[in-house]
C-alpha cells in the first residue's frame, strides 16, 4: 500500500476521533457549568480548553472564556484544526483522497456527516442547542466506525485506520481525565467530597461509560475506582490499556502481513506490559496528573513513530 | 448505435492511423525521413512547441510514443466518417465511457437483452496489459505499473483513481515517487517499491522539474534520466504532442502512405492552414462560411465557427488571424450528424461526434464504443464538456 494512502486512511480515523473528543469535551463543560460552584463564581469552560491542548488559539481569538464562545472555538471554528467542524473536513478530504480504498457505506457515512454539517452551519445558532451538537457528532462518528466494521476489507488498510482510532483515543482519554484531575480540583481538599464525586460523575458520563461503570464495580463511586476503570480494566472500551492493546494488535497484525518486525511495535508491547503491570496505587503514587502527561508523552511519541516507521515511505 | 460493419471498418481506419502517428513520433526523434523526404515541413515538425529535444534519439519500448489514442469522429452521411483530430497525449473522457455503460445498463435492461451489444467493461483490463506489454528493457520480472495524477484537486482526478481502482494498480502523486540510482520507486508502506510503467496524466511540462519546468511540484526529480536510461516507461511517452497539433493533422494522410504505404481509410476533413499564403487567401475570403481553430487549442477554446457567429464576431477574429496566421486552421462547417437528445423542451436533435479509445503496445486494440460527446445547445457544434456539452453511451451492435 502506498504510505500516503496509509496515512490518508489512519488520519481518517484520527479525525473522527478527535471530533469525537471535542463532542465530548462540550458535554463534559456542559455538565459542570450546571453545578453550583463551590467557591462561588468560577469558570469552568477554560479548564476544557487546556484539555483540549487549544487555549493559546481561543485567547488570541475569543479572549473570554463564555459559554459561547467555546461552543464556537470547539464546534464550529475552522480556525481550530481539532473542532469538531474541522476534524469532520478533514476526515472527509481523506476520504475523498483515498475514495478507491473505502467501500461505499464509509464513504457515504463521512460524506453524510460533512453534508449534514455543512447544513448545521447555515442554521441560525439560536437554534442549535449544544446538547443536540454533541449528540449529532457522537452519531455520525458511530456510523462512519460501525460502516468500517461492517463493511471494510481486513487488509492493512484496515489496521491503519485502527491503528489512527486507538491512539488519537488512548490520547483523549489521557486528556478528559486530566481535565478532571488537574485543572478543575487543583486544590487537594476538594479529593473525595460530594462536589469531587460529581464531576467524577460527569467524566464517566462524557466518556459514555457511566452505566458501564455501574455494572463492573457499583456501590460509590471513587477516585480510585474510576481511574482503575479508566486506566487499567480491559472491559472498559476507551481505557488506555484497551486503547495500547488495540494498537499493538494492529501493529503486530501489520508486522506479520509485511514480514517486517518494527522497533515501534516493540515499543508498543513493552508499553502494553508495563500498564499491565501497574495498579491503581502504583498509579496514584507516581502522581495521576505526571502519570497522564507521560502517557500523553508516550503516545506523541508513537505518533511520531507511526509516521517514520509506515507513513513516509522509507522504512527502517 | 454503429453497425458491426461501420464499426469494423472504423477500427480498421483508426488502427491504420495510430500506426502512422506513432511511426512518426519515432521518425522525428530519430533520423526524420519523412521531413527529409519533404512530406512534411521541417518548421512544422522542429519548431513545434510540442517537440521535445530531450527525448532526441531515444527509441521508447516496443517503438510506441502514443499509447492511447484519441481520435475524435464526425459523420455527415450515412458512410461518411471523418477525422476531426487525434489526440495522442492523454486523451480523457474514458470514464465517462465506462460509467455511461453502467448506467444504461442498470436503467434499461431491456434494451441490452433484446440487442445484441457488445460489451466494454474489459477496457481496463486491456489498458493495463497495454502498459504493462511496453515495460522498459531493466525490468525483468512482472512489470509494476502506476497511474501519475497531479492530485485530488485536478477535475480529472475521479477519471484517475477511477481507472487506478479497476486496473488494480496504485493511483501515485509526485510526492509518491522518487529517483534511486537508475530507477523509481514509490514510497509504500513497506519500504520502497519499484515502478516500471507509468501512466502519467500530467502534462510532459511537469513531469521532470529537473528536466522541464523547474517549478513543478506534481513531477518527479530526475525521471527523465531514469527513462532515458531505460528504467521506468512512461506513457504517453514525452514528447508525444507533436503529433496531435491541428496543423500536423493535415499530414497524417500523407504519414499512412509514408510509413505504411497504404491509403488511408479514414478521410481527413479538408483543412486550410493559415500559415500558408493561398490558404489564407481563401480563409479571409470565406471566414463567415468556416470553423477556424488554434493549432494548439484544445477544449473547444479560441475557436471561431463562422456560420453561428455575429459579424462582428467574424470581423474580431479576422484581425487575431491576421497578427499570427501560423497559429490558425480552418475547416469547411461540416453537417455533424445529430442524435435524439433529451434536453429541456423534450427530445430534440443534438450535434454530436465520437472518441473511441485506440491502445497502442505490443498490439493495437480497441474496445466496440468510444465516448459520444454531444452538444446540448441547439445548433451548436462544439461538443467539448468544457463548453457546456454532454456524454452518450456508444453501442455496437453485434451481427
Given at each position: 500500500m502506498l504510505s500516503r494512502t496509509a496515512a490518508n486512511l489512519y488520519w481518517i480515523?484520527?479525525?473522527?476521533?478527535?471530533?469525537?473528543?471535542?463532542?465530548?469535551?462540550?458535554?463534559?463543560?456542559?455538565?459542570?457549568?450546571l453545578l453550583p460552584t463551590a467557591q462561588g463564581y468560577r469558570n469552568e469552560w477554560d479548564s476544557l480548553l487546556l484539555a483540549a491542548g487549544s487555549a493559546i488559539g481561543f485567547d488570541a481569538k475569543y479572549g473570554d472564556p463564555v459559554q459561547r464562545n467555546i461552543e464556537s472555538w470547539l464546534f464550529f471554528d475552522r480556525d481550530n484544526s481539532s473542532s469538531v467542524s474541522a476534524s469532520i473536513m478533514s476526515a472527509r478530504e481523506n476520504g475523498r483522497i483515498v475514495r478507491t480504498a473505502l467501500t461505499s457505506q464509509v464513504w457515504d457515512a463521512l460524506n453524510g456527516a460533512f453534508q449534514e454539517l455543512r447544513e448545521i452551519e447555515r442554521k441560525p445558532r439560536s437554534e442549535m442547542e449544544l446538547s443536540r451538537l454533541t449528540e449529532w457528532t457522537m452519531r455520525h462518528c458511530a456510523m462512519v466506525r460501525g460502516a468500517i466494521d461492517a463493511t471494510l476489507l481486513r487488509n492493512d488498510g484496515y489496521n491503519f485506520l485502527n491503528l489512527g482510532y486507538y491512539l488519537e483515543r488512548g490520547d483523549s482519554t489521557a486528556r478528559l481525565m486530566d481535565v478532571k484531575y488537574y485543572v478543575l480540583l487543583p486544590s487537594i481538599d476538594y479529593v473525595g467530597t460530594g462536589y469531587d464525586n460529581y464531576q467524577w460523575t460527569t467524566l464517566l458520563r462524557a466518556l459514555s461509560s457511566h452505566r458501564a461503570f455501574h455494572w463492573a464495580y457499583g456501590g460509590e463511586v471513587t477516585a480510585g475506582k474510576i481511574a482503575?476503570?479508566?486506566?487499567?480494566?480491559?472491559?472498559?472500551?476507551?481505557?488506555?490499556?484497551?486503547?495500547?492493546?488495540?494498537?499493538?494488535?494492529?501493529?503486530?497484525?501489520?508486522?506479520?502481513?509485511?514480514?517486517?518486525?518494527?522497533?515501534?511495535?516493540?515499543?508498543?508491547?513493552a508499553l502494553q506490559s508495563e500498564i499491565e503491570g501497574l495498579t491503581q496505587d502504583m498509579i496514584f503514587e507516581e502522581g495521576l496528573h505526571e502519570f497522564l502527561t507521560r502517557f500523553i508523552r508516550e503516545t506523541a511519541d508513537l505518533a511520531a513513530m507511526v509516521h517514520d516507521t509506515y507513513l513516509s515511505g522509507d522504512l527502517r | 448505435m454503429i453497425s458491426f460493419g461501420s464499426a469494423s471498418k472504423l477500427e480498421r481506419g483508426i488502427k491504420q492511423r495510430a500506426r502512422a502517428l506513432n511511426a512518426f513520433l519515432v521518425d522525428v526523434y530519430g533520423r526524420g525521413e519523412i521531413v527529409r523526404a519533404g512530406r512534411i515541413p521541417a518548421r512544422l515538425v522542429y519548431r513545434n512547441d510540442a517537440y521535445e529535444k530531450a527525448v532526441v534519439g531515444f527509441v521508447p519500448?516496443?517503438?510506441?510514443?502514443?499509447?492511447?489514442?484519441?481520435?475524435?469522429l464526425v459523420r455527415t452521411g450515412?458512410?461518411?466518417?471523418?477525422?476531426?483530430?487525434?489526440?495522442?497525449?492523454?486523451?480523457?473522457?474514458?470514464?465517462?465511457?465506462?460509467?455511461?455503460?453502467?448506467?444504461?445498463?442498470?436503467?434499461?435492461?431491456?434494451?441490452?437483452?433484446?440487442?445484441?451489444?457488445?460489451?466494454?467493461?474489459?477496457?481496463?483490463?486491456?489498458?493495463?496489459?497495454?502498459?504493462?506489454?511496453?515495460?522498459?528493457?531493466?525490468?525483468?520480472?512482472?512489470?509494476?505499473?502506476?497511474?501519475?495524477?497531479?492530485?485530488?484537486?485536478?477535475?480529472?482526478?475521479?477519471?484517475?483513481?477511477?481507472?487506478?481502482?479497476?486496473?488494480?494498480?496504485?493511483?501515485?502523486?509526485?510526492?509518491?515517487?522518487?529517483?534511486?540510482?537508475?530507477?523509481?520507486?514509490?514510497?509504500?508502506?513497506?519500504?520502497?517499491?519499484?515502478?516500471?510503467?507509468?501512466?502519467?496524466?500530467?502534462?510532459?511540462?511537469?513531469?521532470?522539474?529537473?528536466?522541464?519546468?523547474?517549478?513543478?511540484?506534481?513531477?518527479?526529480?530526475?525521471?527523465?534520466?531514469?527513462y532515458r536510461s531505460g528504467g521506468v516507461s512512461i506513457c504517453s511517452a514525452?514528447?508525444?504532442?507533436?503529433?496531435?497539433?491541428?496543423?500536423?493533422?493535415?499530414?497524417?494522410?500523407?504519414?499512412?502512405?509514408?510509413?505504411?504505404?497504404?491509403?488511408?481509410?479514414?478521410?481527413?476533413?479538408?483543412?486550410?492552414?493559415?500559415?500558408?499564403?493561398?490558404?489564407?487567401?481563401?480563409?479571409?475570403?470565406?471566414?463567415?462560411?468556416?470553423?477556424?481553430?488554434?493549432?494548439?487549442?484544445?477544449?473547444?477554446?479560441?475557436?471561431?465557427?463562422?456560420?453561428?457567429?455575429?459579424?462582428?464576431?467574424?470581423?474580431a477574429f479576422r484581425g487575431r488571424i491576421l497578427a499570427n496566421p501560423?497559429?490558425?486552421?480552418?475547416q469547411p462547417t461540416l453537417a455533424l450528424s445529430t442524435t435524439p437528445t433529451f434536453v429541456e423542451e423534450g427530445i430534440a436533435?443534438?450535434?454530436?461526434?465520437?472518441?473511441?479509445?485506440?491502445?497502442?503496445?505490443?498490439?493495437?486494440?480497441?474496445?466496440?464504443?468510444?465516448?459520444?460527446?454531444?452538444?446540448?445547445?441547439?445548433?451548436?457544434?462544439?461538443?467539448?464538456?468544457?463548453?457546456?456539452?454532454?456524454?452518450?453511451?456508444?453501442?455496437?451492435?453485434?451481427?
Amino acid at each position: 500500500m502506498l504510505s500516503r494512502t496509509a496515512a490518508n486512511l489512519y488520519w481518517i480515523a484520527r479525525y473522527m476521533e478527535r471530533a469525537e473528543t471535542a463532542a465530548r469535551l462540550l458535554e463534559v463543560g456542559e455538565r459542570i457549568s450546571l453545578l453550583p460552584t463551590a467557591q462561588g463564581y468560577r469558570n469552568e469552560w477554560d479548564s476544557l480548553l487546556l484539555a483540549a491542548g487549544s487555549a493559546i488559539g481561543f485567547d488570541a481569538k475569543y479572549g473570554d472564556p463564555v459559554q459561547r464562545n467555546i461552543e464556537s472555538w470547539l464546534f464550529f471554528d475552522r480556525d481550530n484544526s481539532s473542532s469538531v467542524s474541522a476534524s469532520i473536513m478533514s476526515a472527509r478530504e481523506n476520504g475523498r483522497i483515498v475514495r478507491t480504498a473505502l467501500t461505499s457505506q464509509v464513504w457515504d457515512a463521512l460524506n453524510g456527516a460533512f453534508q449534514e454539517l455543512r447544513e448545521i452551519e447555515r442554521k441560525p445558532r439560536s437554534e442549535m442547542e449544544l446538547s443536540r451538537l454533541t449528540e449529532w457528532t457522537m452519531r455520525h462518528c458511530a456510523m462512519v466506525r460501525g460502516a468500517i466494521d461492517a463493511t471494510l476489507l481486513r487488509n492493512d488498510g484496515y489496521n491503519f485506520l485502527n491503528l489512527g482510532y486507538y491512539l488519537e483515543r488512548g490520547d483523549s482519554t489521557a486528556r478528559l481525565m486530566d481535565v478532571k484531575y488537574y485543572v478543575l480540583l487543583p486544590s487537594i481538599d476538594y479529593v473525595g467530597t460530594g462536589y469531587d464525586n460529581y464531576q467524577w460523575t460527569t467524566l464517566l458520563r462524557a466518556l459514555s461509560s457511566h452505566r458501564a461503570f455501574h455494572w463492573a464495580y457499583g456501590g460509590e463511586v471513587t477516585a480510585g475506582k474510576i481511574a482503575h476503570f479508566l486506566i487499567l480494566n480491559p472491559q472498559c472500551p476507551r481505557s488506555l490499556i484497551t486503547c495500547v492493546a488495540g494498537m499493538n494488535n494492529h501493529l503486530g497484525r501489520l508486522a506479520k502481513l509485511y514480514g517486517l518486525p518494527t522497533d515501534l511495535h516493540t515499543r508498543v508491547t513493552a508499553l502494553q506490559s508495563e500498564i499491565e503491570g501497574l495498579t491503581q496505587d502504583m498509579i496514584f503514587e507516581e502522581g495521576l496528573h505526571e502519570f497522564l502527561t507521560r502517557f500523553i508523552r508516550e503516545t506523541a511519541d508513537l505518533a511520531a513513530m507511526v509516521h517514520d516507521t509506515y507513513l513516509s515511505g522509507d522504512l527502517r | 448505435m454503429i453497425s458491426f460493419g461501420s464499426a469494423s471498418k472504423l477500427e480498421r481506419g483508426i488502427k491504420q492511423r495510430a500506426r502512422a502517428l506513432n511511426a512518426f513520433l519515432v521518425d522525428v526523434y530519430g533520423r526524420g525521413e519523412i521531413v527529409r523526404a519533404g512530406r512534411i515541413p521541417a518548421r512544422l515538425v522542429y519548431r513545434n512547441d510540442a517537440y521535445e529535444k530531450a527525448v532526441v534519439g531515444f527509441v521508447p519500448p516496443k517503438g510506441v510514443y502514443s499509447h492511447i489514442v484519441g481520435i475524435d469522429l464526425v459523420r455527415t452521411g450515412p458512410e461518411d466518417f471523418f477525422v476531426l483530430e487525434d489526440n495522442c497525449r492523454t486523451p480523457s473522457g474514458v470514464s465517462y465511457m465506462l460509467e455511461n455503460r453502467e448506467i444504461m445498463m442498470r436503467m434499461f435492461p431491456t434494451l441490452f437483452r433484446e440487442n445484441r451489444i457488445l460489451p466494454i467493461d474489459n477496457y481496463p483490463e486491456i489498458l493495463r496489459r497495454t502498459l504493462a506489454s511496453v515495460a522498459p528493457l531493466k525490468c525483468k520480472h512482472d512489470p509494476v505499473v502506476v497511474i501519475l495524477t497531479p492530485g485530488h484537486f485536478n477535475s480529472a482526478y475521479y477519471e484517475h483513481s477511477f481507472l487506478a481502482d479497476l486496473m488494480g494498480v496504485e493511483l501515485v502523486e509526485g510526492q509518491d515517487l522518487f529517483v534511486q540510482g537508475e530507477f523509481v520507486y514509490m514510497r509504500t508502506t513497506e519500504g520502497p517499491k519499484r515502478v516500471d510503467v507509468i501512466y502519467r496524466r500530467i502534462d510532459d511540462a511537469y513531469i521532470d522539474p529537473l528536466c522541464f519546468r523547474a517549478d513543478s511540484m506534481l513531477g518527479v526529480p530526475g525521471l527523465m534520466d531514469v527513462y532515458r536510461s531505460g528504467g521506468v516507461s512512461i506513457c504517453s511517452a514525452p514528447g508525444a504532442g507533436v503529433a496531435d497539433d491541428k496543423a500536423v493533422y493535415t499530414y497524417v494522410p500523407e504519414m499512412i502512405r509514408f510509413y505504411l504505404g497504404e491509403e488511408p481509410l479514414l478521410k481527413n476533413v479538408p483543412t486550410w492552414k493559415c500559415a500558408e499564403a493561398d490558404d489564407l487567401a481563401y480563409v479571409l475570403d470565406k471566414l463567415g462560411d468556416l470553423v477556424v481553430k488554434e493549432v494548439h487549442g484544445s477544449g473547444g477554446y479560441g475557436m471561431l465557427v463562422g456560420p453561428k457567429s455575429t459579424k462582428a464576431e467574424v470581423e474580431a477574429f479576422r484581425g487575431r488571424i491576421l497578427a499570427n496566421p501560423g497559429k490558425y486552421i480552418a475547416q469547411p462547417t461540416l453537417a455533424l450528424s445529430t442524435t435524439p437528445t433529451f434536453v429541456e423542451e423534450g427530445i430534440a436533435p443534438r450535434h454530436v461526434d465520437l472518441r473511441p479509445y485506440c491502445l497502442v503496445g505490443e498490439r493495437i486494440e480497441l474496445v466496440p464504443g468510444g465516448l459520444t460527446r454531444v452538444a446540448l445547445k441547439e445548433g451548436s457544434l462544439v461538443v467539448n464538456s468544457s463548453q457546456g456539452g454532454g456524454v452518450k453511451d456508444t453501442w455496437v451492435l453485434a451481427e
